[in-house]
């Protein structure tokens, strides 16, 4: 026949006959299975509701589990060939050894996301490679009611069989295969591809009939084409095993620890059969799972990365959004993470694993070096919407200057087929190519798959090095990252954020627990400090491992599926429970800590004592409610003060508020409302300037159609729909103590809405204080203020620092940065004068020709129908500056807003202590003190600070209390420097947003 008559398509049928040759049942299995509605344990997997199974008989609803048992003997007619089993529970299922630990994973499905990846799923469970007849198989599997997503399956036995494995029909399948890809990746043109289409020309002839002979011809003529070697390659391709393990989404946590066993187990499994195999899985938490739950998989994990095929990735406790997450919390993450892999494996961990997470913060680069990662992994920038991320190899630099050289995998993929087709692309679209000749390569199956299977590991062996294709080996990926680091001086840098053009609804989706984590971040930070002050001072042990624990739960709930608010709502409602939980613990804690401090103050002068605690560094003098009145309580920095309830302001005396229902007014500012109740005006009065754009309305409420979307994304022409502005029902006007009040309550759809406008006696901040009973469906709530400030930057707090993004959309760049990410507060500002929102719980915001616009609440009925159909409570706010918001401060009110003064009524008043103290101070301005926390490894303190404002400081860092020595140290705590103190002063040297750590030994 012609070279240009044969196409690859002629020989599927061929590939199809191939493949279902390869097993043939011989026998069928028994089937009894015991069902339950959560997972048991081995020792008591006959509690549940027994059933006997057939194939198409139904098992189980969804989520439901059960452990199943397989039994049967080996028919005598199989003696000396290769037996298997053939198992699809229509699930998840673990088959596990006689003393009930993991053995291997089998999944109905590999991906409905890329078909392209393989089906089905693994179901082989090998037996005997030369049976001898009359083996009795008896097996027992745990069993989730569940696919690789969540989804549900019918929940019937779909196949139990003993049958026989024609290993050289399996092997003539994989020849097939890989040549007919590679002939399908090659031109036309190419001698290559016209010698490959007339080998598989000539075997379809040979295999007319499927028999032992030709089975052996075929694969013989085929072998030609497969020993053909490539000559001096362009690019290697580094490839490694991975199993992307979500540790929540479209199912509980409780499901990923099995997917996780399911999945460990498998890689052990093809480790035994493919020696070159090296895998690779990153997060401690899914380790740690597995060690309590699953001793004996663990160890053996153990002893494979002790042989160096097994590798630990990833320097964080899980995989976390790097948006939400507050920077003490990625430190921690970081530093858990490292610890716990040295401590368990002897493994300094030097690279970030994060191919999934949605958006990189400029923060990460220092953190990353100043805790001993080099390197970092990732891919979804693939995912952008408009704009094609123009590096696969590049240094990140941070906002402070710190660089990591960056990979993110060609193939735009952590769930490569190790195909053909896999290699071409790398080869082709690998954009720095022109600079390096490495690239990586992730194959395998995750988040239940099993990771790789046979068929990844049949086409690695036939694609080591074949002509038409780039060579690839398989190896640890911090063997690559070193390699790639020879080529260091040729690669481009990116600086600031990794914004991904995705998922930007997930700055506001599962708005709870986005509260409850940012609360936890603060409470945490106040109970370390009153945890250290209670140990030095009342010799109150330290509750580390208590503290360690709970670190580690919330840590767990920033995964990358958890905070972003993108699970099921089963994952939610877990959640947030144990949030409830560990808040109570945690306040808990910061109370007791308190109190004996309380208790030891010397307070004989005193009728009836309060004791205000300020865990910021810098004096605080703010309004606090006693039983007779308000009175200004002004607490040190880092410290304390007792004051004397008797010494409250009366109402009378706040003669300068005023509050009507056209609006609220006190020395500083006037907030104007019109007869809807909008706010018509908002007037600086010690600038004279009016802060709203002529003729528009600030603090619009708009309910927008968000159908179309999901937890991830809302629809980019949202403000183009049909939108409603809210009007408030009710309206009232009133002064609360130093406070001037307008109470606004909204009803709207099935939804309530009561909002306090505020302003405190000398201040110029306006308060929103928000409670929302939200009960919409394919809705979002926005409030915006059109400013009459002229920049074409807005500053957001993000971790340690701030970024100055573009408030045009003069590049398709800047129109796909649409929805920013700001922490405590968001800023625009002109040369002198600006204006900055600042928030308690909220992430989303939109800034554009002056509007500053925060995302409030949303309701994507995907994937929890029910997402955010609650009692909601928040406080945005709205403060005018002089100057830019570095020479405003605004760090501090945002700090302020997020950490309120804590009051203790002390039990005795013969302690010791002064009255009023402070423990630690900064003599500059724009340095913060982010934690003061017992050191991991021994007694002393560790003191974390950073540089605010983007510019360089000489600080003095003074320390009230007796100390051995100070010491400067890395993220991880590690000593780099002894440094020299002077009565109690240490000086300090910062760059720009630079982060500190600082160990005072004790």
């Given at each position: 026949?012609?070279?240009?008559?044969?196409?690859?398509?002629?020989?599927?049928?061929?590939?199809?006959?191939?493949?279902?040759?390869?097993?043939?049942?011989?026998?069928?299995?028994?089937?009894?299975?015991?069902?339950?509605?959560?997972?048991?344990?081995?020792?008591?997997?006959?509690?549940?509701?027994?059933?006997?199974?057939?194939?198409?008989?139904?098992?189980?609803?969804?989520?439901?589990?059960?452990?199943?048992?397989?039994?049967?003997?080996?028919?005598?007619?199989?003696?000396?060939?290769?037996?298997?089993?053939?198992?699809?529970?229509?699930?998840?299922?673990?088959?596990?050894?006689?003393?009930?630990?993991?053995?291997?994973?089998?999944?109905?499905?590999?991906?409905?996301?890329?078909?392209?990846?393989?089906?089905?799923?693994?179901?082989?469970?090998?037996?005997?490679?030369?049976?001898?007849?009359?083996?009795?198989?008896?097996?027992?599997?745990?069993?989730?009611?569940?696919?690789?997503?969540?989804?549900?399956?019918?929940?019937?036995?779909?196949?139990?069989?003993?049958?026989?494995?024609?290993?050289?029909?399996?092997?003539?399948?994989?020849?097939?295969?890989?040549?007919?890809?590679?002939?399908?990746?090659?031109?036309?043109?190419?001698?290559?591809?016209?010698?490959?289409l007339q080998a598989l020309f000539e075997v379809s002839h040979v295999l007319m009939d499927i028999?032992?002979?030709?089975?052996?011809?075929?694969?013989?003529?085929?072998?030609?084409?497969?020993?053909?070697?490539?000559?001096?390659?362009?690019?290697?391709?580094?490839?490694?095993?991975?199993?992307?393990?979500?540790?929540?989404?479209?199912?509980?946590?409780?499901?990923?620890?099995?997917?996780?066993?399911?999945?460990?187990?498998?890689?052990?499994?093809?480790?035994?059969?493919?020696?070159?195999?090296?895998?690779?899985?990153?997060?401690?938490?899914?380790?740690?799972?597995?060690?309590?739950?699953?001793?004996?998989?663990?160890?053996?994990?153990?002893?494979?990365?002790?042989?160096?095929?097994?590798?630990?990735?990833?320097?964080?406790?899980?995989?976390?959004?790097?948006?939400?997450?507050?920077?003490?919390?990625?430190?921690?993450?970081?530093?858990?993470?490292?610890?716990?892999?040295?401590?368990?494996?002897?493994?300094?961990?030097?690279?970030?694993?994060?191919?999934?997470?949605?958006?990189?913060?400029?923060?990460?680069?220092?953190?990353?070096?100043?805790?001993?990662?080099?390197?970092?992994?990732?891919?979804?920038?693939?995912?952008?919407?408009?704009?094609?991320?123009?590096?696969?190899?590049?240094?990140?630099?941070?906002?402070?200057?710190?660089k990591v050289l960056t990979h993110l995998p060609p193939e735009d993929t952590y769930n490569s087929?190790?195909?053909?087709?896999?290699?071409?692309?790398?080869?082709?679209?690998?954009?720095?190519?022109?600079?390096?000749?490495?690239?990586?390569?992730?194959?395998?199956?995750?988040?239940?798959?099993?990771?790789?299977?046979?068929?990844?590991?049949?086409?690695?062996?036939?694609?080591?090095?074949?002509?038409?294709?780039?060579?690839?080996?398989?190896?640890?990926?911090?063997?690559?990252?070193?390699?790639?680091?020879?080529?260091?001086?040729?690669?481009?840098?990116?600086?600031?954020?990794?914004?991904?053009?995705?998922?930007?609804?997930?700055?506001?989706?599962?708005?709870?627990?986005?509260?409850?984590?940012?609360?936890?971040?603060?409470?945490?930070?106040?109970?370390?400090?009153?945890?250290?002050?209670?140990?030095?001072?009342?010799?109150?042990?330290?509750?580390?491992?208590?503290?360690?624990?709970?670190?580690?739960?919330?840590?767990?709930?920033?995964?990358?599926?958890?905070?972003?608010?993108?699970?099921?709502?089963?994952?939610?409602?877990?959640?947030?429970?144990?949030?409830?939980?560990?808040?109570?613990?945690?306040?808990?804690?910061?109370?007791?800590?308190?109190?004996?401090?309380?208790?030891?103050?010397?307070?004989?002068?005193?009728?009836?004592?309060?004791?205000?605690?300020?865990?910021?560094?810098?004096?605080?003098?703010?309004?606090?409610?006693?039983?007779?009145?308000?009175?200004?309580?002004?607490?040190?920095?880092?410290?304390?003060?007792?004051?004397?309830?008797?010494?409250?302001?009366?109402?009378?005396?706040?003669?300068?508020?005023?509050?009507?229902s056209e609006g609220i007014e006190n020395e500083e500012i006037r907030v104007v409302l019109n007869?809807?109740?909008?706010?018509?005006?908002?007037?600086?009065?010690?600038?004279?300037?009016?802060?709203?754009?002529?003729?528009?309305?600030?603090?619009?409420?708009?309910?927008?159609?968000?159908?179309?979307?999901?937890?991830?994304?809302?629809?980019?022409?949202?403000?183009?729909?049909?939108?409603?502005?809210?009007?408030?029902?009710?309206?009232?006007?009133?002064?609360?103590?130093?406070?001037?009040?307008?109470?606004?309550?909204?009803?709207?759809?099935?939804?309530?809405?009561?909002?306090?406008?505020?302003?405190?006696?000398?201040?110029?901040?306006?308060?929103?204080?928000?409670?929302?009973?939200?009960?919409?469906?394919?809705?979002?709530?926005?409030?915006?203020?059109?400013?009459?400030?002229?920049?074409?930057?807005?500053?957001?707090?993000?971790?340690?620092?701030?970024?100055?993004?573009?408030?045009?959309?003069?590049?398709?760049?800047?129109?796909?940065?649409?929805?920013?990410?700001?922490?405590?507060?968001?800023?625009?500002?002109?040369?002198?004068?600006?204006?900055?929102?600042?928030?308690?719980?909220?992430?989303?915001?939109?800034?554009?020709?002056?509007?500053?616009?925060?995302?409030?609440?949303?309701?994507?009925?995907?994937?929890?129908?029910?997402?955010?159909?609650?009692?909601?409570?928040?406080?945005?706010?709205?403060?005018?500056?002089?100057?830019?918001?570095?020479?405003?401060?605004?760090?501090?009110?945002?700090?302020?807003?997020?950490?309120?003064?804590?009051?203790?009524?002390?039990?005795?008043?013969?302690?010791?202590?002064?009255?009023?103290?402070?423990?630690?101070?900064?003599?500059?301005?724009?340095?913060?003190?982010?934690?003061?926390?017992?050191?991991?490894?021994?007694?002393?303190?560790?003191?974390?600070?950073?540089?605010?404002?983007?510019?360089?400081?000489?600080?003095?860092?003074?320390?009230?209390?007796?100390?051995?020595?100070?010491?400067?140290?890395?993220?991880?705590?590690?000593?780099?420097?002894?440094?020299?103190?002077?009565?109690?002063?240490?000086?300090?040297?910062?760059?720009?947003?630079?982060?500190?750590?600082?160990?005072?030994?004790?």
């Open positions: 026949m012609p070279y240009e008559s044969l196409t690859v398509e002629r020989f599927h049928s061929l590939k199809d006959r191939i493949e279902q040759s390869i097993y043939q049942p011989i026998e069928s299995l028994s089937v009894q299975a015991w069902v339950t509605k959560e997972p048991v344990p081995y020792e008591e997997r006959t509690s549940g509701k027994a059933i006997t199974l057939n194939p198409g008989d139904p098992w189980g609803e969804l989520w439901d589990c059960a452990w199943f048992h397989f039994q049967g003997i080996v028919p005598a007619a199989a003696a000396g060939q290769s037996v298997v089993l053939l198992i699809d529970v229509n699930g998840e299922l673990c088959v596990v050894d006689a003393d009930g630990s993991p053995y291997q994973g089998l999944t109905n499905i590999n991906s409905e996301y890329d078909y392209a990846l393989g089906l089905p799923g693994k179901r082989v469970v090998y037996v005997a490679e030369q049976a001898k007849g009359g083996e009795r198989i008896d097996l027992w599997g745990d069993a989730g009611c569940n696919d690789l997503f969540g989804r549900y399956r019918s929940g019937k036995l779909k196949e139990a069989l003993i049958a026989v494995c024609l290993e050289e029909n399996k092997q003539l399948y994989y020849d097939l295969e890989v040549l007919m890809e590679l002939a399908d990746q090659l031109s036309n043109e190419s001698s290559r591809k016209k010698q490959i028999t032992p002979e030709s089975v052996g011809a075929a694969r013989h003529r085929l072998s030609v084409e497969l020993k053909k070697r490539g000559g001096d390659p362009t690019i290697r391709v580094s490839a490694i095993g991975h199993a992307h393990m979500d540790l929540a989404w479209l199912w509980p946590i409780r499901e990923t620890i099995r997917k996780g066993a399911r999945t460990f187990a498998t890689a052990l499994r093809m480790m035994e059969k493919y020696p070159d195999y090296v895998f690779g899985a990153s997060q401690p938490q899914l380790y740690e799972w597995i060690k309590q739950h699953y001793p004996a998989l663990f160890e053996s994990v153990k002893q494979r990365i002790k042989e160096g095929r097994w590798e630990v990735q990833g320097a964080m406790w899980v995989e976390p959004d790097s948006n939400v997450a507050g920077g003490e919390a990625l430190v921690r993450q970081i530093l858990y993470g490292k610890r716990y892999f040295k401590q368990e494996f002897g493994i300094d961990v030097r690279m970030l694993w994060v191919p999934d997470i949605f958006g990189y913060s400029a923060s990460l680069p220092q953190l990353l070096k100043k805790s001993g990662v080099d390197y970092m992994v990732t891919q979804k920038l693939s995912w952008n919407m408009y704009n094609d991320y123009p590096h696969h190899t590049f240094f990140w630099e941070g906002l402070d200057g710190s087929p190790s195909a053909p087709r896999s290699l071409v692309k790398i080869e082709k679209e690998y954009h720095d190519s022109g600079v390096s000749d490495r690239a990586l390569m992730l194959f395998g199956i995750g988040d239940g798959g099993g990771g790789p299977g046979e068929e990844h590991l049949e086409r690695l062996k036939r694609e080591k090095n074949l002509l038409g294709l780039p060579p690839v080996e398989q190896e640890p990926s911090i063997d690559f990252l070193d390699k790639l680091q020879e080529g260091a001086s040729h690669y481009k840098t990116w600086k600031g954020e990794l914004y991904l053009e995705k998922h930007q609804g997930t700055l506001t989706t599962q708005a709870r627990n986005k509260k409850f984590n940012r609360r936890l971040e603060k409470s945490l930070r106040e109970w370390e400090f009153a945890a250290s002050f209670a140990s030095r001072a009342c010799a109150v042990p330290y509750p580390k491992q208590e503290l360690e624990e709970i670190w580690k739960e919330v840590l767990l709930y920033q995964f990358h599926d958890i905070l972003p608010g993108s699970s099921i709502g089963r994952v939610y409602d877990e959640s947030l429970a144990r949030y409830e939980e560990i808040t109570k613990t945690v306040e808990k804690g910061i109370e007791v800590a308190y109190g004996e401090i309380a208790n030891n103050l010397n307070l004989s002068d005193y009728r009836d004592p309060v004791v205000y605690f300020n865990s910021l560094p810098w004096e605080r003098a703010e309004w606090v409610q006693l039983k007779k009145g308000w009175m200004k309580a002004v607490v040190p920095s880092m410290g304390y003060c007792a004051v004397e309830p008797e010494e409250v302001v009366g109402v009378t005396e706040f003669v300068q508020l005023k509050a009507s007869e809807a109740g909008v706010i018509v005006s908002l007037f600086d009065k010690r600038e004279g300037r009016e802060l709203l754009q002529g003729g528009r309305t600030g603090n619009n409420l708009v309910l927008f159609d968000d159908r179309g979307g999901d937890a991830w994304d809302f629809p980019g022409d949202y403000r183009e729909r049909a939108s409603i502005e809210l009007q408030p029902a009710s309206t009232q006007a009133y002064i609360d103590g130093p406070y001037a009040v307008v109470e606004q309550h909204y009803v709207f759809g099935n939804s309530e809405l009561t909002q306090r406008v505020k302003l405190s006696s000398e201040s110029r901040q306006i308060v929103f204080e928000t409670r929302v009973d939200w009960q919409e469906s394919d809705k979002m709530l926005r409030s915006s203020f059109p400013l009459a400030i002229a920049t074409d930057l807005v500053t957001s707090e993000i971790q340690f620092g701030s970024i100055k993004r573009p408030t045009h959309r003069n590049t398709s760049w800047d129109t796909a940065r649409d929805e920013i990410c700001a922490h405590h507060w968001i800023d625009v500002s002109e040369s002198r004068y600006g204006v900055t929102m600042l928030n308690d719980s909220k992430y989303g915001h939109r800034v554009e020709n002056g509007v500053l616009d925060i995302n409030l609440l949303r309701s994507p009925a995907y994937p929890d129908p029910l997402a955010d159909r609650a009692v909601h409570e928040f406080v945005y706010s709205i403060l005018p500056h002089a100057g830019s918001c570095a020479e405003a401060l605004v760090y501090k009110d945002g700090y302020e807003l997020n950490t309120p003064l804590r009051s203790v009524k002390p039990a005795s008043k013969s302690g010791t202590m002064a009255a009023s103290d402070s423990l630690y101070k900064v003599d500059h301005p724009h340095i913060m003190i982010e934690a003061v926390k017992q050191a991991e490894d021994d007694h002393s303190l560790i003191i974390r600070l950073y540089e605010t404002s983007g510019g360089q400081a000489n600080v003095n860092l003074q320390v009230a209390h007796p100390y051995l020595s100070i010491e400067e140290t890395n993220l991880m705590e590690e000593t780099i420097a002894s440094l020299e103190s002077d009565n109690g002063a240490v000086r300090l040297r910062f760059s720009a947003f630079e982060i500190k750590t600082i160990r005072i030994v004790m």
